[in-house]
């Protein structure tokens, strides 16, 4: 059973930035899309970017395009979420995912769920 860990996040002033990553126990991983999706307290889980297993393609929320940036590096079992223009509604806990559907923007398309990490971003 893979396992997903998450790192990177912590707490931001608005404007700033943050590199999250999720590192996968298997090297299985690298067959997989991979998804982050990320909850703000109170709220919804909500559809934050996604990349295609060989990273050739990728997708974003509307709401954080041009300003958050997937990628994965195979070799390391490792996706990364570059994190940029840091808003306070940005705030959640983020969660990495396994996917064998493309384009996987419902969290039912995901199989395997991290724990997650926390940013906050203050104003």
């Known amino acids: 059973q893979v396992q997903l860990v998450e790192s990177g996040g912590g707490l931001v002033q608005a404007g700033g930035s943050l590199r999250l990553s999720c590192a996968a126990s298997?090297?299985?991983?690298?067959?997989?899309?991979a998804g982050w999706f990320r909850q703000a307290p109170g709220k919804e889980r909500e559809f934050v970017a996604a990349?295609?297993?060989?990273?050739?393609?990728?997708y974003y929320a509307d709401s954080v395009k041009g300003r958050f940036t997937i990628s994965r590096d195979n070799a390391k079992n490792t996706v990364y979420l570059q994190m940029n223009s840091l808003q306070p509604e940005d705030t959640a806990v983020y969660c990495c995912?396994?996917?064998?559907?493309?384009?996987?923007?419902?969290?039912?398309?995901?199989?395997?769920w991290g724990q997650g990490t926390q940013v906050t971003v203050s104003s």
């Open positions: 298997e090297r299985t991983f690298s067959s997989y899309n």
């Open positions: 990349i295609k297993w060989n990273g050739d393609m990728t």
């Open positions: 995912a396994r996917s064998n559907i493309w384009i996987p923007i419902r969290s039912w398309d995901y199989d395997y």
